[in-house]
T-cell receptor
Framework: DAKTTQPTSMDCAEGRAANLPCNHSTISGNEYVYWYRQIHSQGPQYIIHGLKNNETNEMASLIITEDRKSSTLILPHATLRDTAVYYCIVRADRGSTLGRLYFGRGTQLTVWP | NAGVTQTPKFRILKIGQSMTLQCTQDMNHNYMYWYRQDPGMGLKLIYYSVGAGITDKGEVPNGYNVSRSTTEDFPLRLELAAPSQTSVYFC???????????????FGQGTRLTVV
């Protein structure tokens, strides 16, 4: 079962920041928050992940609240090529569910010119 | 750098036919996975493997079988195709780090299967 709640759709103007929220109120102490995206039915692509600290890489930033019950993926300067379905996933990196990803329906982000 | 390769890309099957979806990865990853994605839905885990010779069921394993004889290959077998198996199938792999931690997953480009 997906343990996350995301808005069904969002839109954003090209060049502006896209902020995608995710609620994961039942997250466990050993579970990470992962973000993937899927562009036009291609295979999902890894974006970023974090445990409790904010993270940044060349694609995006991940802000996790102090209580870890929600997070926000930030695409700082959205482009048309960022139009995709974005999946927020909580995943344990140890134990019986090791490595498995449980996907919800994600958020369809549309970037418009 | 091939990553995860799936074949075929498209296939049409008749009800009751069987087929094998091929998946191979060249990253020496221990963990491999099969997912299916129905229209408008997220991905559902079918089977996964933590290493050669070891496989286990995911959320929706009925109607499928897998084997993992090598690190590189993880084929998915459909024995008696049914219309409900019309879907897009994705294979993925991830590496095993120290302490048993799994890295992020890399996905193939998918196999689009239609059962008529």
């Amino acid at each position: 079962d997906a343990k996350t709640t995301q808005p069904t759709s969002m839109d954003c103007a090209e060049g502006r920041a896209a902020n995608l929220p995710c609620n994961h109120s039942t997250i466990s102490g050993n579970e990470y928050v992962y973000w993937y995206r899927q562009i036009h039915s291609q295979g999902p692509q890894y974006i970023i992940h974090g445990l409790k600290n904010n993270e940044t890489n060349e694609m995006a930033s991940l802000i996790i609240t102090e209580d870890r019950k929600s997070s926000t993926l930030i695409l700082p300067h959205a482009t048309l090529r960022d139009t995709a379905v974005y999946y927020c996933i909580v995943r344990a990196d140890r134990g019986s569910t090791l490595g498995r990803l449980y996907f919800g329906r994600g958020t369809q982000l549309t970037v418009w010119p | 750098n091939a990553g995860v390769t799936q074949t075929p890309k498209f296939r049409i099957l008749k009800i009751g036919q069987s087929m094998t979806l091929q998946c191979t990865q060249d990253m020496n990853h221990n963990y491999m996975y099969w997912y299916r994605q129905d229209p408008g839905m997220g991905l559902k885990l079918i089977y996964y493997s933590v290493g050669a010779g070891i496989t286990d069921k995911g959320e929706v394993p009925n109607g499928y079988n897998v084997s993992r004889s090598t690190t590189e290959d993880f084929p998915l077998r459909l024995e008696l195709a049914a219309p409900s198996q019309t879907s897009v199938y994705f294979c993925a792999s991830s590496a095993r780090q120290g302490g048993g931690i799994s890295t992020e997953a890399f996905f193939g480009q998918g196999t689009r299967l239609t059962v008529v």
